[in-house]
T-cell receptor, first 111, second 114 residues
Framework: GQQLNQSPQSMFIQEGEDVSMNCTSS?????WLWYKQDPGEGPVLLIA?????ELTSNGRLTAQFGITRKDSFLNISASIPSDVGIYFC???????????FGKGTSLLVTP | ETGVTQSPTHLIKTRGQQVTLRCSSQ?????VSWYQQALGQGPQFIFQ???????GRGNFPPRFSGLQFPNYSSELNVNALELDDSALYLC?????????????FGPGTRLTVL
């Protein structure tokens, strides 16, 4: 079952604002991933993190792999309307390839 | 787009029936994973196929079964459908079965069980 706690559950912000969301786990993961899902679509990979403490950027997105290996955060700077969607964190252990997903953060951006 | 395709897009079945969902992996990918996404939840891992063999399974009963074909496409079969099987079923392909090869998702099949 899902072991990841993702927060906040939803966010309603104005265009241009920065956004921060995080994910925590009771278990250690060796890979953290962040996906975005639009309505009627499958999740799209945004950022992958492979080392504890790693900080990685992809355009306006920045994510970090927590030092304890039990958490990760995603920041979006200068949000735009197309950032609307549901953001999922996912963790993976060494022993298998299954992704364990959080319940998602729903982001709404008003112009 | 990821290059992963799934069919059908939508499906309506009744309780007790059987269903087959199909997935074509991205070119160059030989590993397919299936996930179930209930409304308002994140995807849950069902199983993974690598080179035509099951390579890992989540907490799903045996009535969830799968196949992978020589061209690496895959099927998900669900027998004796229950109302709780209503969900979006996602297929994801990756370049290999190695942990560092990331998974790319298709658009999903929306299954409704009445």
């Amino acid at each position: 079952g899902q072991q990841l706690n993702q927060s906040p559950q939803s966010m309603f912000i104005q265009e241009g604002e920065d956004v921060s969301m995080n994910c925590t786990s009771s278990s250690i993961f060796n890979t953290w991933l962040w996906y975005k899902q639009d309505p009627g679509e499958g999740p799209v990979l945004l950022i992958a993190l492979y080392k504890a403490g790693e900080l990685t950027s992809n355009g306006r997105l920045t994510a970090q792999f927590g030092i304890t290996r039990k958490d990760s955060f995603l920041n979006i700077s200068a949000s735009i309307p197309s950032d609307v969607g549901i953001y999922f964190c996912a963790g993976r252990r060494d022993s298998g390839y299954a992704l364990n997903f959080g319940k998602g953060t729903s982001l709404l951006v008003t112009p | 787009e990821t290059g992963v395709t799934q069919s059908p897009t939508h499906l309506i079945k009744t309780r007790g029936q059987q269903v087959t969902l199909r997935c074509s992996s991205q070119s160059g990918h030989n590993t397919v994973s299936w996930y179930q996404q209930a409304l308002g939840q994140g995807p849950q891992f069902i199983f993974q196929y690598y080179r035509e063999e099951e390579n890992g399974r989540g907490n799903f009963p045996p009535r969830f079964s799968g196949l992978q074909f020589p061209n690496y496409s895959s099927e998900l079969n669900v027998n004796a459908l229950e109302l709780d099987d209503s969900a979006l079923y996602l297929c994801a392909s990756s370049r290999s079965g190695r942990a560092e090869d990331e998974q790319f998702f298709g658009p999903g099949t929306r299954l409704t069980v009445l």
